[in-house]
């Protein structure tokens, strides 16, 4: 186009490009020179960056990416990082294995790696059923609280963590069993009706006088055994404390009595032949840690 032939805008007085869309007009302004200055220093530096550093797109006829004359490889950094962070882990783990809770407590290092590690390995293998953080689900234990059914010390919880509950390859396992008083015909079905009733009693729930009258001599005879007379648990047997508020499967009259129709005797893995000995502990540790443990 000649300068006789050029399309001046007549509002802005700037030459057009001839384009023109729905009667726009496109201008023809020239691109802003910080634009331009900044778009040649990037062409610049990927090309310095693909000379030093590995690039990923192959020049024409190289056949493979460029190779960099640095020689430098992200996933031999991150190899060796990574053999680092295990050294360093190895050296505290070995002192962590040693160290009784007082030991971990007072020592702040310590104490930080083991709730880190801890934190890291519960949500690999334990957050699934106990849930983030440990709040617990309905049939698996909230740990977040300070209601155990067994031993809440650190020794107490890595000895379950380790050998789990009623896991049958593991001798040492924690071991309780409930009875299904109604599924096996101990009990008959007003009677576990009535002993539904009793349990709610405990907590001051159930409206139902007679049935709590009528039950009291069964809960003497079938589950004072275990749960105490005054219904308060024992936890060297793991028997629950019917006195309190926390239920494992519900605390609702349905729930009571499908309990004493089928009982539960639910299953927790043996992790000793899982987990590394300071992986163990470390994870007793952030368990313990999350109620204030014992």
């Known amino acids: 186009m000649t300068d006789e032939t050029k399309d001046i805008d007549k509002h802005s007085g700037v030459e057009t490009t001839g384009h023109s869309w729905d009667g726009i007009k496109e201008l023809n302004n020239p691109l802003p020179r910080w634009w331009l200055y900044v778009w040649y220093m990037t062409i610049a530096w990927a090309v310095v960056y693909m000379i030093l550093m590995p690039a990923i797109p192959a020049l024409p006829g190289m056949g493979t990416n460029t190779k960099g004359v640095r020689g430098h490889s992200d996933r031999v950094e991150v190899a060796k990082a990574v053999a680092d962070l295990q050294s360093a882990r190895d050296a ?3 002192v962590l294995l040693d160290a009784n809770l007082e030991t971990i ?10 709730l880190a590690m801890g934190e890291s390995a519960f949500g690999d ?19 977040a609280d300070d209601v155990w059914l067994w031993d809440g010390s650190l020794d107490g919880i890595e000895y379950t963590i380790r050998h789990g509950i009623r896991h049958d390859a593991d001798d040492a396992t924690r071991f309780s069993a409930m009875p299904a008083f109604g599924r096996d015909g101990l009990l008959t079905g007003s009677q ?6 009793y349990v709610l009693s405990l907590t001051d729930r ?3 006088a007679e049935a709590v009258s009528r039950a009291a001599p069964i809960f003497q005879q079938q589950c004072a055994t275990c749960h105490g007379v005054d219904g308060t648990g024992d936890r060297a047997q793991g028997a629950p404390n019917l006195t309190d508020a926390e239920w494992l499967y519900g605390g609702r009259e349905e729930n009571i009595r499908a309990t004493i129709y089928n009982a539960r005797n639910s299953h ?3 992790w000793d032949d899982r987990l590394d000995d300071a992986t163990i502990k470390a994870i007793a540790v952030y368990v313990h840690s999350l109620s204030g443990g014992e």
């Not at 407590?105 to 083991?114: I, N």
């Not at 576990?192 to 009733?197: E, N, S, Y």
């Open 192 to 197: 576990v009706d009535d002993l539904a009733q």
């Open 268 to 270: 927790m893995p043996a």
């Open 206 to 208: 159930s409206d139902d």
């Open 105 to 114: 407590e007072t020592d702040r290092t310590l104490q930080q790696f083991a």
């Open 92 to 94: 505290q783990s070995v």
């Open 125 to 143: 293998n334990c957050a699934t059923c106990h849930g983030a953080g440990g709040r617990g689900a309905i049939g698996y234990p909230a740990l």
